[in-house]
């Protein structure tokens, strides 16, 4: 919404903390620790995709690869006007909503990750894109249950395009929602949005 501040760096306002702690499920304080190692991240307001890794990094402790693949897929999730560039106080919001928010919530901005073109839609394209994403987080960890996942997946994006050609295929936010709500395997394997809650005894 507010496109250009003159401010240096857009602080969160008690009613921010409010909203993100109560549509996040964390307390406020949990908020606060994020908000202050965001701003250590990228102390302009302003997050470049470098950023996003620092700040990843200070709050995950998972393999430097992952921390770089999950940047890019939040990243590109965020960078609504694709400049490169997101508002430290809307990644923030959304950040908590993807890391801690409801299934429902969190897959809004996962089908967002995977939408490459912003178009609304999730075409064979990106679908493939998102399997490729997937087989590189996951496949590693447990080949064997990797694949048969994204098998049962291809059966069940068969099912929803009624046999017709799979180059035609396209899923709206909705359709993406439901089919991964219905399939906890679906849901665990193609959301990349795994970071662990900050503890209370952060340095």
């Not at 770089?68 to 997101?86: M, Q, R, T, W, Y």
Request: hydrophobic share 35%; proline share 3%; net charge negative.
């Amino acid at each position: 919404m507010g496109s250009s501040v003159s401010q240096p760096s857009a602080e969160l306002s008690e009613e921010d903390i409010d909203f993100i702690a109560s549509r996040a499920k964390i307390d406020q304080e949990s908020v606060k620790v994020w908000y202050e190692k965001l701003k250590a991240a990228c102390p302009n307001g302003k997050i470049s995709k470098s950023d996003t890794v620092s700040f990843l990094r200070s709050i995950n402790s998972g393999k430097e690869e992952q921390i770089e693949k999950l940047a890019a897929d939040i990243h590109s999730a965020f960078d609504a006007n694709n400049d490169g560039i997101v508002d430290q106080r809307e990644f923030l919001i959304g950040f908590a909503l993807t890391s801690t928010g409801s299934p429902r919530e969190k897959l809004k901005y996962v089908f967002r990750t995977y939408d490459h073109d912003k178009d609304g839609i999730i075409n064979k394209k990106e679908i493939d894109r998102m399997v490729k994403i997937v087989m590189r987080l996951h496949a590693k960890d447990d080949p064997e249950n990797t694949a048969r996942v994204i098998e049962q997946l291809r059966i069940s994006l068969d099912q929803f395009n009624e046999g017709k050609d799979p180059d035609l295929i396209k899923l709206t936010s909705k359709d993406f929602i439901k089919l991964l709500m219905e399939h906890k395997d679906f849901y665990e394997l193609l959301s990349p949005f795994n970071i662990e809650q900050p503890h209370s005894h952060s340095k």
